[in-house]
């Protein structure tokens, strides 16, 4: 689960890192200038980081679950209720904590699951 949030993160980071063009669009559309894409992209790289090293990776999954709620909340704003892109933040900050969840004793034992 962790490889496949690090895996889709860092595919975004690398479109806004080294592609910004493709994304002046969405950027414009959503009320951000496209010339914010590197520093989103370099965001998105210090939260996917965080989350891979197993002393930091509480932190990098709190830091993208901010990302990825910020995200939502701008799809929501622009009127794109249960849009592709909200589901697909929503499963992401999901499968985040599940594979924490699944990779950490210490969060298992904050957030025991009992059925």
């Known amino acids: 689960m962790s490889a496949l949030v690090c895996v889709a993160l860092l595919a975004d ?3 806004n890192l080294f592609a910004p063009q493709m994304l002046a669009t969405d950027m414009a559309a959503s009320g951000f200038p496209p ?3 590197t520093t989103l992209g370099l965001i998105i790289l210090v939260c996917v980081v965080l989350y891979a090293i197993p002393a930091t990776a509480a932190l990098g999954a709190v ?6 709620g910020g995200a939502i909340s701008i ?5 794109e209720i249960f849009s592709p892109p909200q589901l697909i933040c929503l499963m ?4 985040a904590w599940g594979g924490l ?3 950490d004793a ?3 034992n904050i ?3 009992r059925l």
């Open 35 to 37: 010339e914010l894409a």
């Open 13 to 15: 980071a690398g479109i």
């Open 75 to 79: 799809h929501f704003r622009l009127g």
């Open 101 to 103: 969840y699944l990779r």
């Open 92 to 95: 992401l900050g999901v499968l």
């Open 106 to 108: 210490r969060i298992r």
């Open 63 to 68: 830091m993208i679950t901010g990302f990825l």
């Open 111 to 113: 957030m025991p699951i």
